[in-house]
């Protein structure tokens, strides 16, 4: 009797994993890149996995100095993780390699999208209007100034090209402050952007040397050269530089993103806030810092990589991964009820953002940035170069 009610049960555990086979579970590859130690990944991972039985995520924190080197060589190698952290940087050489696979149609159909902040994806766009990414954290520049000192003076924050510069000479009291301070030096095509970029100015042949964008450069120097509103430092100034002297009220206002926000306020508290950049020319335009996430056409699971990679970019999983990265959350909800930055950093972000944008990737652009806009910029400052000959320079860059 005892071995009929075995074979019975042996049968019909055989008859119900026939009509109900178990899933093969699928293991997706994932890079990414965190600095800091508070590392919310394996959560993350763990909440993903509860919910999709079925798939495995392997997750590696990849050293970001190495990053792309591994990543490209990877790549080559066949051995690429089905799905990775990705910077605009590097869409075009990945485009080029024919390792991303569009995920346009799947965002589409993803209830996420939504929820997405206006802008990022067309701010992701390949140059061929597909999508290949989906943004997962992001920073814009704005306008750091000294409330205390604006209050002093009786001034509010500006909002045109004109406020800014009569703020900026009120507040001049040379050499102890002074009203602006500018990144001269290298990684300040950025904030000059705002003040250039905004008035027509174009990385594309032709798009330096226009009348509109050689003024709307002169401008900039002349608050150097006559208003000596920037402190005489700001042809080497740094980005440790402009802080330093923020923080210590030698200049009134700077621009930077909400990852200085932090550190702005352990040092200032309520002295300091922020406003999107002013609109010169009727116009306003701002630098968008990026990082997305990819899922790589060689990879042999692209449904399970879409899942976590959207998962990552939804809701609550979105906060928790931007906790470790101290940049914004991509998701309205999200910015909604943030709580990692102030609430005015917040603001200034995410009314920047429809305004943002992003250089044209070229090996042009490229040189622009590195090398040759600092050396530029620092010639015109201290008069070695006029503003037509700085832009006629940067214009070679991009000569066809």
Not at 187 to 199: L, P, R
């Amino acid at each position: 009797m005892k071995l009929l009610r075995k074979l019975a049960l042996g049968a019909a555990m055989a008859a119900s994993l026939a009509l109900n086979p178990a899933r093969a579970t699928e293991t997706v590859r994932f890079w990414y890149h965190f600095d800091n130690p508070a590392n919310p990944m394996s959560d993350l991972v763990a909440k993903f996995e509860k919910a999709n039985p079925d798939i495995k995520i392997e997750a590696e924190n990849v050293p970001w100095n190495s990053y792309y080197d591994n990543l490209y060589t990877a790549l080559v190698g066949g051995n690429a993780p089905d799905a990775a952290m990705v910077k605009l940087f590097a869409q075009p050489r990945l485009l080029e390699m024919g390792a991303l696979e569009p995920i346009g149609d799947r965002i589409n159909a993803w209830q996420g999208k939504a929820d997405l902040l206006d802008n990022l994806l067309e701010l992701n766009k390949g140059a061929d209007g597909q999508q290949y990414y989906l943004p997962i954290q992001y920073v814009v520049l704005y306008l750091y100034y000294r409330a205390d000192l604006f209050e002093a003076a009786g001034l509010k924050p500006p909002t045109t090209c004109e406020d800014f510069r009569e703020a900026a000479i009120k507040l001049t009291k040379a050499p102890d402050t002074y009203g602006f301070g500018l990144r001269g030096g290298k990684g300040g095509w950025d904030q000059w952007g705002a003040f250039v970029f905004s008035k027509g100015a174009e990385l594309k042949p032709g798009g330096l040397t226009t009348p509109e964008a050689v003024a709307a450069n002169q401008w900039l120097i002349d608050l150097f050269q006559k208003d000596k509103v920037i402190p005489p430092s700001a042809p080497n100034d740094g980005f440790q530089e402009i802080i330093a002297a923020f923080k210590t009220g030698k200049t009134a206002m700077t621009i930077h993103h909400i990852g200085s926000s932090k550190d702005l306020v352990a040092a200032l508290g309520d002295k300091v806030s922020a406003v999107p950049v002013p609109k010169c020319g009727g116009k306003q335009w701002t630098s968008y810092g990026d990082e997305s996430l990819a899922v790589f056409s060689s990879s042999s699971v692209k449904d399970a990589s879409w899942k976590w990679i959207s998962f990552l970019a939804e809701g609550e999983n979105n906060v928790a991964f931007n906790t470790a990265t101290g940049q914004m959350t991509v998701t309205k909800s999200g910015a909604a009820d943030w709580k990692l930055h102030e609430r005015r950093f917040v603001d200034a972000t995410v009314q920047s953002l429809p305004f943002a944008h992003v250089l044209p990737q070229s090996s042009g652009t490229s040189e622009f940035v590195n090398t040759a806009w600092q050396t530029a910029m620092q010639q015109a400052l201290t008069g070695q170069t006029t503003s037509q000959q700085m832009m006629e320079q940067l214009n070679t860059l991009f000569a066809e």
